[in-house]
């Protein structure tokens, strides 16, 4: 191999290595839920509860996780999961929703606003409280300016069901909440043998420089009764 044909391929693998945020080239793996470390967990807004103390230290479980990389920002890296913390306060999962602004190197962590013990001004806003107490299935995605659009189903294990599904939106690449709306509705009796149950929530958001860029798109099953399942967009 000559110098020239080697000096050459250097400089294509260090301008590779400058593409790599910092933190991402510079660790491997990092743990998301820093559930063994009081405080850890905080609200929306910075502050904490109940619910948030308990979460950075009770060490339960997360599931079905979800990632995000933000491609205005792309050291903004999010994640959800179902996140069993909640649990022991509010009697349940509860969607969590956790961020990093270096590369995934380390994590904030915190839940969707919305769940049953969360008196905070955007919790008690959120279409979802009050009318369910267990929040998971999470799915997630930016637009180009930064934005991330949160989905989650919310439903109760006895009736009323109100198995519905919402999106969470956040901005400020993911650093700043701003509402919760809901998308489909179920119903009161909504178990899988009767009622109305939205259920297994994606959402995708459309990140080219198209007409039809930012547009966001959730798609869901939804059981009818004993009748056949139907995938809603």
């Excluded at 339960?60 to 999010?78: G, I």
């Excluded at 769940?115 to 919790?123: H, I, L, Q, V």
């Excluded at 659009?149 to 993911?174: A, E, H, L, M």
Aim: some cysteine.
């Amino acid at each position: 191999m000559s110098a020239r044909f080697l000096r050459s391929w250097v400089a294509v693998i260090a301008c590779l290595i400058g593409l790599i945020p910092a933190a991402a080239a510079a660790n491997g793996n990092s743990r998301v839920t820093r559930d063994y470390q009081a405080g850890s967990y905080t609200r929306y807004d910075g502050e904490t509860d109940a619910t948030m103390t308990d979460c950075s230290i009770n060490k339960r479980a997360q599931n079905e996780p979800t990632v995000a990389v933000d491609p205005h920002n792309t050291n903004v890296v999010t994640a959800g999961s179902n996140d069993y913390c909640a649990a022991t306060v509010n009697g349940d999962v509860w969607a969590g929703y956790y961020r990093s602004t270096n590369g995934g190197a380390s994590w904030n962590d915190s839940l969707v606003p919305g769940y049953p013990d969360d008196n905070s001004a955007a919790g008690l806003a959120s279409p979802a409280h009050g009318q369910c107490g267990a929040a998971g299935d999470p799915t997630q995605s930016f637009d180009r300016s930064g934005r991330l659009f949160y989905g989650f189903i919310c439903f109760n294990r006895g009736k009323p069901v109100n198995g519905s599904t919402y999106v969470t939106t956040y901005d400020q690449d993911g650093g700043h909440y701003l509402r919760t709306v809901l998308v489909a509705q179920g119903s009161p009796s909504g178990q899988f043998s009767s009622g109305l149950f939205q259920d297994k929530i994606n959402l995708a958001v459309d990140q080219t420089n198209g007409s039809n860029s930012g547009n966001v798109y959730v798609a869901w099953s939804r059981y009818s009764g004993r009748a056949a399942n139907n995938v809603v967009l």
